[in-house]
């Protein structure tokens, strides 16, 4: 069965810090990447989402995520982070082969200090 | 649009009493998902429709369970009878046909069952 594997927990970080969480997934064939971000208290949005082409995608807020399909990865970068960056992150992988429904990593816990 | 609509957005009930969650996806959406979210098992996908047609129920976790979804723009949760274990934050979710498009989030229905 597919996963998702969240490596990081809990994160805390400094503002100016620069961020990579890292997420692997366990499945061979074709599949979609995403990102979401939930605030405290919020519902789930997302930030990015790789589907195609080039593995390098840019979401919003400053954030990026890197496609590397040999290492079954997809890691979310943002070079300096900020007090309200402090979320929730969540990767996600969705399979053609089961009507593209996602599977969630655990999910990562983000403290920014100020 | 208005995005993917929930109600209640907080449900406080006694155990063995029945609970229903309601859920409203984004217009011309064909694709209608339930979540479940807990400290301890995360982000879990409990069934998903297709023109309101159940396609996956088996993170459904019990018979206590059901979903329904009698039409294009509206979809329900029922837990009867509720037990302490069912407290969480249940999230609707609705995306259009291709695999390939984002999944959007409701609010969530955070439920606590005494």
Same mark, same amino acid.
């Given at each position: 069965a597919q996963s998702v594997s969240q490596h990081n927990h809990h994160v805390i970080l400094s503002e100016a810090a620069s961020l990579e969480l890292g997420c692997n997934y366990s499945y061979g064939g074709t599949v979609n990447l995403f990102w979401y971000v939930q605030y405290p208290g /919020?519902?789930? /949005?997302?930030?990015?989402?790789?589907?195609?082409?080039?593995?390098? +995608?840019?979401?919003?807020?400053?954030? !990026?995520? !890197?496609?590397?399909?040999?290492?079954?990865?997809?890691?979310?970068?943002?070079?300096? +982070? /900020?007090?309200?960056?402090?979320? !929730?992150?969540?990767?996600? +992988?969705s399979d053609y082969n089961q009507g593209g429904k996602l599977i969630f990593g655990q999910g990562t816990e983000l403290s920014v200090k100020p | 649009d208005a995005g993917v609509i929930q109600s209640p957005r907080h449900e406080v009930t006694e155990m063995g009493q029945e609970v229903t969650l309601r859920c409203k996806p984004i217009s011309g959406h064909d %694709?209608?998902?339930? %979540?479940?979210?807990?400290?301890?098992?995360?982000?879990?996908?409990?069934? %998903? #429709?297709n023109n309101n047609v159940p396609i996956d129920d088996s993170g459904m976790p019990e018979d206590? #369970?059901?979903?329904?979804? =009698?039409?294009?723009?509206?979809?329900?949760?029922?837990?009867?009878?509720?037990? =302490?274990?069912?407290?969480?934050? %249940? #999230?609707?979710?609705?995306?259009?046909?291709?695999?390939?498009?984002t999944q959007y989030f409701g609010p969530g229905t955070r439920l606590l069952v005494l």
């Open positions: /919020q519902h789930l /949005q997302l930030l990015l989402k790789y589907f195609s082409g080039d593995p390098l +995608v840019k979401g919003i807020k400053g954030f !990026e995520a !890197e496609f590397i399909k040999s290492k079954f990865s997809f890691n979310l970068r943002k070079p300096s +982070v /900020q007090w309200s960056d402090t979320a !929730e992150y969540f990767c996600a +992988v | %694709y209608l998902f339930w %979540y479940r979210q807990t400290m301890m098992r995360g982000l879990e996908l409990l069934i %998903y #429709f206590r #369970f059901s979903a329904k979804m =009698p039409n294009a723009s509206f979809s329900t949760l029922k837990i009867q009878p509720s037990e =302490p274990r069912d407290s969480a934050v %249940y #999230f609707c979710a609705s995306r259009g046909v291709s695999w390939e498009e």
